[in-house]
Nanobody
Framework: QLQASGGGLVQAGGSLRLSCAAS????????MGWFRQVPGKERVAIAC????????SYADSVKGRFTFSRDNAKNTVYLQMNSLKPEDTAVYYC????????????????????WGQGTLVTVSS
């Protein structure tokens, strides 16, 4: 089970840190992804991190503003979101894929086996 938290209301230009904690399995052997979804639109991938935490991939929309990290000892991953914009408003989901590398298909939803419940981020202008 994955439990996402840390969402909330923030002004444009502000920061939030999302967390995603796993229970029932260890994240050491999983690639982790963050997705986001706006009502009425598809869920889209925004970031991926390798199982070791050394390599990351980001969507262009968040590159340079968001940082994905993980603490395998705590069985938790984090998404630090800086310079937030109103267009970042969405429900954010974490997801896990058994494997070591994000790879070229890291943005494909069906790659991921486990999903968190989502946490709402609202950025006001």
């Amino acid at each position: 089970q994955l439990q996402a938290s840390g969402g909330g209301l923030v002004q444009a230009g502000g920061s939030l840190r999302l967390s995603c904690a796993a229970s029932g399995f260890t994240l050491d052997y999983y690639v982790m992804g963050w997705f986001r979804q706006v009502p009425g639109k598809e869920r889209v991938a925004i970031a991926c991190i390798n199982s070791s935490g050394v390599g990351t991939s980001y969507a262009d929309s968040v590159k340079g503003r968001f940082t994905f990290s993980r603490d395998n000892a705590k069985n938790t991953v984090y998404l630090q979101m800086n310079s937030l914009k109103p267009e970042d408003t969405a429900v954010y989901y974490c997801a896990a894929d058994r494997g070591s590398w994000c790879g070229s298909g890291w943005f494909v939803k069906r790659k991921y086996n486990y999903w968190g419940q989502g946490t709402l981020v609202t950025v006001s202008s």
